[in-house]
């Protein structure tokens, strides 16, 4: 019953910035880490970015690593993806998740995302 909503999608030139935003309304308990995935058209899910609630640990895909970085609000139960150097590549509808539990030594990537968002539109033109 956990609702998730991304917000701050849109349309940018290559080398811009954007930041989305993830905040959980409805039913919702502390988590154990909040992710970002995105989707091209007839393409896979992939993963982008997490973050893990307690201490802030992250997990970078290494295609963004460098360019995005992911961050929270435990008060706000939201989360924030800022890209900045934006590709043409990183075109996508970009999805938040939770995942209620974590494993010791496992990559937050790797993690099972209970919940998922509508997700928003970024594009990147050249």
């Known amino acids: 019953q956990v609702q998730l909503v991304e917000a701050g999608g849109g349309l940018v030139q290559a080398g811009g910035s954007l930041r989305l935003s993830c905040a959980a309304s409805?039913?919702?308990?502390?988590?154990?880490?909040m992710g970002w995935f995105r989707q091209a058209p007839g393409k896979e899910r992939g993963f982008v970015a997490a973050?893990?609630?307690?201490?802030?640990?992250?997990d970078y895909s290494d295609i963004v690593k460098g360019r995005f970085t992911i961050s929270r609000d435990n008060a706000k139960n939201t989360v924030y993806l800022q890209m900045n150097s934006l590709k043409p590549e990183d075109t996508a509808v970009y999805y938040c998740?939770?995942?209620?539990?974590?494993?010791?030594?496992?990559?937050?990537?790797?993690?099972?995302?209970?919940?998922w968002g509508q997700g928003t539109q970024v594009t990147v033109s050249s």
């Open positions: 998740a939770a995942s209620l539990r974590g494993l010791a030594g496992n990559l937050l990537r790797d993690l099972r995302y209970d919940y």
């Open positions: 409805g039913r919702f308990f502390s988590s154990y880490a």
């Open positions: 973050i893990k609630w307690s201490g802030g640990s992250t």
